[in-house]
């Protein structure tokens, strides 16, 4: 598996995991815009904070290097993806278009 194929098949397996959780957790969702705007806010911080980590660890030995990105950056990306539901969702609902 090449370098490319890796990034999509993390990104969109990130994407699968945060609708999957956006599913589960229906009643724990933010309430009103500013929750889901904090929301995310701090994926985008968690989301930073995990490619400075890979940046400090980059050199070590392959099998680790990807489970480092596999334990932090997939997380973060997930919480990326889920907040940016969650905001798509606060707009829905601002706007009217969400049907209800």
Do not use: C, K, N
């Not at 609708?19 to 705007?37: H, K, Y």
């Not at 940046?55 to 997939?74: D, E, N, R």
Request: net charge negative; charged share 10%.
């Amino acid at each position: 598996m090449g370098e490319i194929d890796f990034t999509t098949a993390l990104a969109l397996g990130a994407g699968m995991l945060a609708i999957w959780l956006d599913f589960r957790v229906g009643e724990a969702r933010p309430g009103t815009p500013a929750q889901s705007l904090t929301h995310a806010g701090l994926s985008l911080v968690a989301l930073f904070a995990s490619v400075g980590l890979l940046s400090l660890v980059h050199g070590i030995p392959q099998a680790t290097f990807m489970l480092v990105v596999l334990t932090v950056f997939l997380p973060a990306l997930t919480y990326a993806f889920l907040a940016g539901l969650w905001m798509l969702r606060a707009l829905a609902d601002m706007t009217g278009v969400a049907g209800r």
